[in-house]
Protein backbone atom coordinates (compact mmCIF):
# COMPACT_ATOMS: atom_id res chain seq x y z
CA UNK A 1 0.00 0.00 0.00
CA UNK A 2 2.84 2.29 0.73
CA UNK A 3 5.29 0.95 -1.61
CA UNK A 4 5.49 4.20 -3.97
CA UNK A 5 6.87 5.99 -0.89
CA UNK A 6 9.01 3.41 0.61
CA UNK A 7 10.80 3.28 -2.50
CA UNK A 8 11.72 6.84 -2.68
CA UNK A 9 15.67 7.25 -1.85
CA UNK A 10 16.32 9.37 0.58
CA UNK A 11 18.03 12.60 0.12
CA UNK A 12 21.72 12.61 0.50
CA UNK A 13 22.75 15.31 2.67
CA UNK A 14 25.98 16.39 4.71
CA UNK A 15 27.53 20.48 5.55
CA UNK A 16 28.95 22.13 2.70
CA UNK A 17 27.04 20.06 -0.39
CA UNK A 18 25.30 22.29 -3.33
CA UNK A 19 22.33 21.02 -4.72
CA UNK A 20 20.45 22.35 -8.12
CA UNK A 21 16.43 22.48 -6.26
CA UNK A 22 13.39 22.76 -8.45
CA UNK A 23 9.96 24.18 -6.57
CA UNK A 24 7.34 23.12 -9.48
CA UNK A 25 3.66 24.59 -9.05
CA UNK A 26 0.64 22.12 -8.34
CA UNK A 27 -0.59 20.86 -11.37
CA UNK A 28 2.01 23.31 -13.33
CA UNK A 29 -0.26 25.97 -11.93
CA UNK A 30 1.58 29.09 -11.45
CA UNK A 31 3.36 30.08 -8.17
CA UNK A 32 3.78 33.75 -8.69
CA UNK A 33 0.63 36.24 -9.01
CA UNK A 34 2.29 39.42 -9.01
CA UNK A 35 5.48 41.14 -8.42
CA UNK A 36 4.35 41.33 -4.47
CA UNK A 37 4.82 37.71 -4.58
CA UNK A 38 8.31 37.36 -6.35
CA UNK A 39 9.49 40.39 -3.60
CA UNK A 40 7.89 38.36 -0.82
CA UNK A 41 10.45 35.18 -1.86
CA UNK A 42 13.59 37.06 -2.14
CA UNK A 43 12.80 38.10 1.23
CA UNK A 44 12.07 34.32 2.42
CA UNK A 45 15.64 33.36 0.83
CA UNK A 46 17.57 35.96 2.23
CA UNK A 47 15.90 34.99 5.92
CA UNK A 48 16.89 31.52 5.11
CA UNK A 49 20.39 32.12 4.36
CA UNK A 50 19.99 33.92 7.98
CA UNK A 51 18.82 31.29 9.80
CA UNK A 52 19.87 28.40 8.23
CA UNK A 53 23.60 29.49 6.74
CA UNK A 54 23.04 28.15 3.47
CA UNK A 55 24.50 30.00 0.77
CA UNK A 56 22.66 31.08 -2.81
CA UNK A 57 24.60 31.06 -5.60
CA UNK A 58 22.07 31.24 -8.25
CA UNK A 59 18.51 31.36 -8.78
CA UNK A 60 15.48 31.99 -10.57
CA UNK A 61 11.95 32.73 -10.31
CA UNK A 62 9.59 31.43 -13.22
CA UNK A 63 6.08 31.79 -13.41
CA UNK A 64 4.75 28.15 -12.48
CA UNK A 65 8.14 27.28 -11.09
CA UNK A 66 11.66 28.07 -9.63
CA UNK A 67 15.33 26.92 -10.03
CA UNK A 68 17.77 27.64 -7.19
CA UNK A 69 21.48 26.64 -6.67
CA UNK A 70 21.88 26.26 -2.64
CA UNK A 71 25.08 25.13 -0.59
CA UNK A 72 23.60 24.01 3.10
CA UNK A 73 26.05 24.72 6.02
CA UNK A 74 24.94 22.35 9.51
CA UNK A 75 21.22 22.55 8.80
CA UNK A 76 20.03 19.64 6.90
CA UNK A 77 18.81 20.65 2.90
CA UNK A 78 15.01 19.38 4.35
CA UNK A 79 14.80 21.69 6.73
CA UNK A 80 15.85 24.77 5.29
CA UNK A 81 13.59 23.86 1.78
CA UNK A 82 10.24 22.51 4.13
CA UNK A 83 10.76 26.36 5.73
CA UNK A 84 11.07 28.23 2.54
CA UNK A 85 8.01 26.39 0.67
CA UNK A 86 5.85 26.58 3.63
CA UNK A 87 6.33 30.11 4.74
CA UNK A 88 5.85 30.64 1.10
CA UNK A 89 2.63 28.75 0.48
CA UNK A 90 1.15 30.13 3.75
CA UNK A 91 1.75 33.89 2.40
CA UNK A 92 0.43 33.06 -0.78
CA UNK A 93 -2.99 30.99 0.61
CA UNK A 94 -3.32 34.16 2.90
CA UNK A 95 -3.24 36.59 0.00
CA UNK A 96 -5.47 34.41 -2.08
CA UNK A 97 -7.61 33.57 0.36
CA UNK A 98 -7.09 29.77 -0.54
CA UNK A 99 -6.00 26.84 1.46
CA UNK A 100 -3.76 23.73 0.62
CA UNK A 101 -0.76 23.02 -1.75
CA UNK A 102 1.16 25.18 -3.86
CA UNK A 103 3.86 23.68 -5.06
CA UNK A 104 3.79 20.23 -7.11
CA UNK A 105 4.79 17.23 -4.36
CA UNK A 106 8.46 17.12 -3.35
CA UNK A 107 10.44 19.67 -4.17
CA UNK A 108 13.46 18.06 -7.00
CA UNK A 109 16.60 18.46 -5.26
CA UNK A 110 20.03 17.21 -7.29
CA UNK A 111 23.08 17.04 -5.35
CA UNK A 112 25.76 18.51 -8.00
CA UNK A 113 29.66 18.20 -7.48
CA UNK A 114 30.57 22.36 -8.15
CA UNK A 115 34.15 21.86 -8.94
CA UNK A 116 33.13 20.90 -11.86
CA UNK A 117 29.48 21.89 -12.44
CA UNK A 118 28.84 25.26 -10.61
CA UNK A 119 29.33 27.30 -13.58
CA UNK A 120 27.38 25.53 -16.34
CA UNK A 121 24.50 24.99 -13.32
CA UNK A 122 24.61 29.10 -12.87
CA UNK A 123 24.37 29.23 -16.67
CA UNK A 124 21.64 27.11 -16.56
CA UNK A 125 19.68 28.81 -14.46
CA UNK A 126 19.92 32.16 -15.16
CA UNK A 127 19.35 31.80 -18.94
CA UNK A 128 15.70 29.81 -18.32
CA UNK A 129 14.07 32.93 -19.28
CA UNK A 130 15.93 33.09 -22.33
CA UNK A 131 14.84 29.53 -23.58
CA UNK A 132 11.42 30.34 -22.60
CA UNK A 133 11.67 33.48 -25.11
CA UNK A 134 10.62 35.54 -22.33
CA UNK A 135 13.53 37.91 -23.19
CA UNK A 136 16.61 37.76 -25.35
CA UNK A 137 19.32 38.10 -22.88
CA UNK A 138 19.50 37.11 -19.08
CA UNK A 139 20.58 40.81 -18.11
CA UNK A 140 16.88 41.91 -18.83
CA UNK A 141 15.23 39.30 -16.64
CA UNK A 142 14.78 40.89 -13.22
CA UNK A 143 13.60 37.88 -11.31
CA UNK A 144 17.11 35.78 -11.01
CA UNK A 145 20.57 36.02 -9.80
CA UNK A 146 22.48 36.98 -13.06
CA UNK A 147 22.02 40.49 -11.95
CA UNK A 148 24.54 39.93 -8.46
CA UNK A 149 27.54 38.78 -11.18
CA UNK A 150 26.89 42.31 -12.41
CA UNK A 151 27.21 44.35 -9.58
CA UNK A 152 28.25 44.17 -6.01
CA UNK A 153 25.69 44.36 -3.52
CA UNK A 154 22.99 43.72 -6.23
CA UNK A 155 21.60 41.28 -3.22
CA UNK A 156 23.23 41.04 0.16
CA UNK A 157 22.43 37.80 0.91
CA UNK A 158 23.58 36.46 -2.35
CA UNK A 159 27.27 34.65 -2.77
CA UNK A 160 28.58 35.57 -5.92
CA UNK A 161 32.67 35.22 -4.94
CA UNK A 162 32.49 31.48 -4.87
CA UNK A 163 31.25 31.33 -8.72
CA UNK A 164 33.36 33.77 -9.70
CA UNK A 165 36.76 32.70 -8.22
CA UNK A 166 36.35 29.99 -10.49
CA UNK A 167 36.64 31.61 -13.18
CA UNK A 168 39.57 34.52 -11.80
CA UNK A 169 41.58 35.56 -8.84
CA UNK A 170 40.35 39.50 -10.10
CA UNK A 171 36.71 40.06 -9.78
CA UNK A 172 36.31 42.59 -13.13
CA UNK A 173 37.83 39.98 -14.98
CA UNK A 174 35.98 37.11 -13.53
CA UNK A 175 32.91 39.20 -14.07
CA UNK A 176 33.62 39.47 -17.79
CA UNK A 177 34.71 35.83 -18.29
CA UNK A 178 31.53 35.11 -16.40
CA UNK A 179 29.72 37.08 -18.78
CA UNK A 180 30.96 35.44 -21.91
CA UNK A 181 30.53 31.80 -20.43
CA UNK A 182 26.65 32.49 -20.20
CA UNK A 183 26.52 34.33 -23.57
CA UNK A 184 27.66 31.37 -25.32
CA UNK A 185 25.24 29.07 -23.96
CA UNK A 186 22.26 30.92 -24.89
CA UNK A 187 21.76 29.17 -27.84
CA UNK A 188 21.89 25.98 -25.79
CA UNK A 189 19.63 23.52 -25.79
CA UNK A 190 17.69 21.75 -22.41
CA UNK A 191 20.97 20.36 -20.27
CA UNK A 192 18.84 17.35 -18.93
CA UNK A 193 22.18 16.32 -16.59
CA UNK A 194 20.67 19.10 -14.44
CA UNK A 195 17.09 17.27 -14.11
CA UNK A 196 18.20 13.64 -14.46
CA UNK A 197 21.57 13.57 -12.50
CA UNK A 198 23.98 10.72 -13.41
CA UNK A 199 24.47 7.36 -12.32
CA UNK A 200 22.23 7.82 -9.25
CA UNK A 201 19.31 10.27 -9.81
CA UNK A 202 20.26 11.97 -7.11
CA UNK A 203 23.66 12.87 -7.98
CA UNK A 204 25.75 15.03 -10.72
CA UNK A 205 29.56 14.33 -10.80
CA UNK A 206 32.28 11.64 -11.52
CA UNK A 207 32.52 8.70 -10.38
CA UNK A 208 34.94 9.45 -7.26
CA UNK A 209 32.52 12.30 -5.97
CA UNK A 210 29.50 9.92 -5.83
CA UNK A 211 31.65 7.93 -3.55
CA UNK A 212 32.66 10.64 -1.11
CA UNK A 213 29.64 12.27 -1.53
CA UNK A 214 27.87 8.61 -0.17
CA UNK A 215 30.41 8.38 2.26
CA UNK A 216 29.90 11.58 4.03
CA UNK A 217 25.99 11.19 3.86
CA UNK A 218 26.18 7.93 5.85
CA UNK A 219 27.38 9.92 8.30
CA UNK A 220 24.51 12.81 8.73
CA UNK A 221 22.00 10.83 6.90
CA UNK A 222 19.02 12.68 7.28
CA UNK A 223 16.40 10.78 9.15
CA UNK A 224 13.48 13.64 10.10
CA UNK A 225 10.29 13.36 7.70
CA UNK A 226 8.40 16.83 6.36
CA UNK A 227 5.49 17.60 6.71
CA UNK A 228 4.22 17.25 3.06
CA UNK A 229 5.59 13.36 3.47
CA UNK A 230 3.74 13.41 6.77
CA UNK A 231 0.48 14.55 5.53
CA UNK A 232 0.57 12.15 2.47
CA UNK A 233 1.17 9.14 4.78
CA UNK A 234 -1.67 10.59 6.78
CA UNK A 235 -3.52 10.77 3.70
CA UNK A 236 -3.52 7.09 2.67
CA UNK A 237 -4.13 5.46 6.10
CA UNK A 238 -6.93 7.48 6.68
CA UNK A 239 -8.13 7.42 3.04
CA UNK A 240 -8.64 11.26 2.91
CA UNK A 241 -8.11 13.44 -0.09
CA UNK A 242 -7.02 17.26 -0.22
CA UNK A 243 -10.59 18.22 -0.15
CA UNK A 244 -11.75 16.92 2.96
CA UNK A 245 -8.30 17.43 4.82
CA UNK A 246 -7.87 21.34 3.86
CA UNK A 247 -12.04 21.74 4.82
CA UNK A 248 -12.98 24.60 6.61
CA UNK A 249 -15.69 22.50 8.36
CA UNK A 250 -15.45 20.45 10.96
CA UNK A 251 -16.34 17.41 9.54
CA UNK A 252 -14.81 13.88 11.72
CA UNK A 253 -12.82 12.04 8.69
CA UNK A 254 -10.76 15.58 8.33
CA UNK A 255 -10.36 16.13 12.09
CA UNK A 256 -9.42 12.73 12.70
CA UNK A 257 -6.54 13.39 10.10
CA UNK A 258 -5.15 16.48 11.19
CA UNK A 259 -4.40 15.04 14.76
CA UNK A 260 -2.75 12.40 12.92
CA UNK A 261 -0.93 14.66 11.28
CA UNK A 262 -0.28 16.97 14.47
CA UNK A 263 1.00 13.72 16.27
CA UNK A 264 3.50 12.70 13.14
CA UNK A 265 4.73 16.04 13.43
CA UNK A 266 5.02 16.39 17.04
CA UNK A 267 7.47 12.67 17.08
CA UNK A 268 9.11 13.10 14.46
CA UNK A 269 9.66 16.09 12.22
CA UNK A 270 11.36 19.69 12.56
CA UNK A 271 8.23 21.27 11.58
CA UNK A 272 6.25 22.61 14.46
CA UNK A 273 2.47 22.38 15.67
CA UNK A 274 2.69 25.75 15.08
CA UNK A 275 3.14 25.43 11.49
CA UNK A 276 0.82 22.81 11.23
CA UNK A 277 -1.60 25.08 12.39
CA UNK A 278 -1.10 27.60 9.88
CA UNK A 279 -1.14 25.28 7.10
CA UNK A 280 -4.73 24.17 8.44
CA UNK A 281 -6.35 27.22 9.58
CA UNK A 282 -6.33 25.83 13.00
CA UNK A 283 -3.91 27.47 16.24
CA UNK A 284 -1.89 25.68 18.31
CA UNK A 285 -4.05 24.71 21.06
CA UNK A 286 -7.00 22.82 19.22
CA UNK A 287 -3.95 20.63 17.58
CA UNK A 288 -2.59 20.36 20.44
CA UNK A 289 -5.62 19.22 22.40
CA UNK A 290 -6.41 16.80 19.49
CA UNK A 291 -3.17 15.12 19.86
CA UNK A 292 -4.01 14.26 23.60
CA UNK A 293 -7.14 12.95 22.76
CA UNK A 294 -5.96 11.10 19.89
CA UNK A 295 -3.55 9.42 22.75
CA UNK A 296 -6.32 8.73 24.79
CA UNK A 297 -8.37 7.29 22.57
CA UNK A 298 -5.75 4.85 21.47
CA UNK A 299 -5.51 3.96 24.81
CA UNK A 300 -9.10 1.64 24.45
CA UNK A 301 -9.86 2.03 20.72
CA UNK A 302 -7.94 -1.16 18.71
CA UNK A 303 -8.53 0.66 15.35
CA UNK A 304 -7.37 4.37 16.24
CA UNK A 305 -4.10 2.23 17.67
CA UNK A 306 -3.53 0.65 14.82
CA UNK A 307 -3.63 3.97 12.73
CA UNK A 308 -1.33 5.02 15.11
CA UNK A 309 1.27 2.12 14.40
CA UNK A 310 0.67 2.43 10.29
CA UNK A 311 1.83 6.20 10.31
CA UNK A 312 4.57 5.25 12.57
CA UNK A 313 5.96 2.43 10.48
CA UNK A 314 5.01 4.07 7.12
CA UNK A 315 7.67 7.02 8.70
CA UNK A 316 10.18 4.82 9.68
CA UNK A 317 10.25 3.28 6.55
CA UNK A 318 10.37 6.32 4.62
CA UNK A 319 13.28 7.80 6.37
CA UNK A 320 14.88 4.67 7.91
Known sequence: MYGVHM?????????????????????QQDVFFDDCDRYRFLLLMQ???????????????????????????????SRVMQNL?????????????????????????????????????AAYIHLNPVRAGMVAKPEDYLWSGHHAYLLDGYYPWFTSDYLLGLFDSKKDKARELYLC??????????????LKGGIDSRLLGEESFVEEAMCKAQILMEIKP?????????????????????SLH???????????????VAEYSDCTISETGRLFGRDVT??????????????????VAGKIEAVRQAIMNKTG
Request: charged letters at 25%.
Open 250 to 264: RGRAAAEARAFIAWG
Open 85 to 121: SFRYTTWVNRRMKRSGHLFQGRYKALLVDADTYLCEL
Open 226 to 246: TLEEIIEIVKVICAVDDETLY
Open 47 to 77: EAVEKFGCRIHAFCLMSNHIHIALQVGNISL
Open 7 to 27: ARKQRIYYPGAFYHIILRGNA
Open 181 to 194: YVAERIGDRLTDQF
Open 286 to 303: TLSNSIMRLKLKACSNAA
